[in-house]
């Protein structure tokens, strides 16, 4: 009650003139995909041992769920307008790039880099113990699903300013530079069988997504018919693109190792993020109107609150429960995945979990709060972006390989030297932050 009645104040100080939507959006995008990791964990305990399958391999028709709980374009669209925002803020003040780019990797980074140190310790702790380097590669790859979000979204954050600048000179016609070069990536990949580029439409896809913000933000987004009529195209585009062509269908993740929407990103993520935007956009005049509920309000910025504390740990509280209950002879594991009693056990599954993670979440999230000392000299953008590509970089190859894992024995030290290096290379050591007045 205490908790709630702190965000009723919060929520009751809110501007005139904030876009709540923007928040519900980014609040209702991160609990989705929250609900969706842990709705679609398959363990199962049978005579001591533990399994895990994929389950599109076990229940193919799950794959259709991946076009409801991939809602990583939400995300995007929310942060291209929250940075089109936060540029206008910091343009008239006359705060420059270096000045603007170090509060925002402070923001992202701290709460990143706290998992990361913690899951270091973990693995180390675990290799003491004499832990198999299977199962800390295991447990490790998946906590570490999170991460590889925030850090392509850091490296999407540094392209900003220039982003918004290519929007504000040529308008739509840098969304669709953008989605033509994603294309591009993807022809190599499929017609010409040249895959590695396909690694740059990280850029170009989620670049694109981005943009998207940028055109809520500037207010040119048409009528709710037209944005359906986007959304209905966008759609098509996708039935197409799966159906009639070489896509997978799944949106999210896939049975198949080498064919994915994600991994690297394809063009079939634009649709679905155009897809959202019209159905989305389309929605909200009526939203606001319900935002204005002062329950509904309180709602969201509760969530948005701790945000990144629920969003980087919901993974990790899992593996845990799953490792105790594992210890205690597979307790509430025996259920065979994808039948009735298993669909039946994901509520109270869910509702477990949920009970674990927000006292951890109220833990932590106070490191969200933390403000970069103004006292600290401003580093020049070279340093800023060269400490942050360091850090994304050592954070994709963790997320990749996992502890443990990799082409070489002890692989896991190359990573997590390059976040070290990049926290001190772009001025992000902990603990110079202070909690805002």
């Known amino acids: 009650m205490r908790l709630w009645k702190i965000a009723a104040e919060m929520a009751a100080q809110t501007p005139p003139e904030r876009n709540r939507y923007v928040d519900f959006l980014r609040a209702a995008s991160i609990v989705v995909v929250i609900l969706g990791h842990w709705l679609m964990a398959t363990v199962y305990y049978d005579n001591g041992t533990l399994t895990s399958q994929h389950i599109f391999r076990l229940l193919p028709a799950t794959q259709w769920l991946t076009w409801i709980f991939q809602v990583m374009p939400v995300f995007f669209i929310v942060g291209g307008y929250s940075n089109a925002v936060s ?4 343009q008239r003040r006359g705060v420059g790039y270096a000045g603007w780019l170090a509060t925002r990797l402070y923001r992202l980074a701290v709460p990143l ?16 113990l004499d832990v198999s380097p299977e199962v800390i590669q295991l447990a490790t790859r998946a906590s570490l699903i999170p991460t590889w979000f925030l850090a392509i979204y ?3 954050v540094i ?3 220039v982003a918004y600048r290519f929007w504000k000179r040529l308008g739509f016609v840098s969304f669709w530079i953008l989605v033509a070069l994603a294309i591009v990536m993807d022809v190599a990949f499929f017609a010409a069988r040249i895959q590695w580029p396909g690694w740059s439409s990280y850029f170009w896809v989620w670049l694109a997504i981005h943009s998207l913000g940028f055109v809520w933000r500037d207010a040119r987004i048409g009528s709710p018919r037209q ?3 986007v959304s209905a195209l966008a759609l098509g585009a996708m039935w197409l693109l799966v159906f009639y062509g070489p ?17 690297p990103p394809k063009i079939t993520l634009v649709a679905l993020g155009l897809f959202q935007f019209g159905v989305l956009l389309a929605m909200e005049k009526p939203m606001r109107r319900k935002l204005a509920n002062p329950r509904l309000w309180t709602a969201t910025v509760l969530i948005n609150s701790m945000i990144m504390s629920i969003y980087l740990w919901h993974i990790t509280v899992m593996i845990v429960l799953i490792a105790v209950l594992y210890l205690a002879g597979g307790m509430g594991l025996g259920l065979e995945p994808v039948t009735l009693h298993w669909w039946l056990a994901r509520p109270p599954w869910i509702a477990l979990m949920l009970c674990l993670l927000l006292p951890l979440a109220l833990l932590l999230s106070p490191l969200e709060r933390l403000s970069r ?10 340093r800023q972006v060269t400490g942050a590509a360091l850090i994304c970089l050592g954070i994709a190859l963790l997320a990749y390989f996992g502890y443990a894992g990799g082409p070489l024995p002890w692989f896991d030290v ?6 070290v290096a990049g926290t001190f290379v772009s001025g992000l050591v902990p603990g110079l932050g202070r909690k805002p007045a």
């Open 87 to 90: 540029l206008e803020s910091a």
């Open 113 to 128: 880099l706290v998992l990361i140190f913690t899951w270091t310790a973990l693995s180390l702790i675990m290799r003491f």
């Open 154 to 156: 850091i490296m999407v």
């Open 159 to 161: 392209l900003a300013p």
């Open 227 to 229: 944005l359906l009529t």
């Open 247 to 263: 896509y997978p269908l799944a949106m999210v993740g896939s049975p198949d190792q080498v064919l994915s929407n994600t991994t």
């Open 373 to 382: 000392n103004p006292e600290l000299p401003v580093l020049s953008p070279v």
């Open 414 to 419: 190359i990573p997590f030297t390059l976040i």
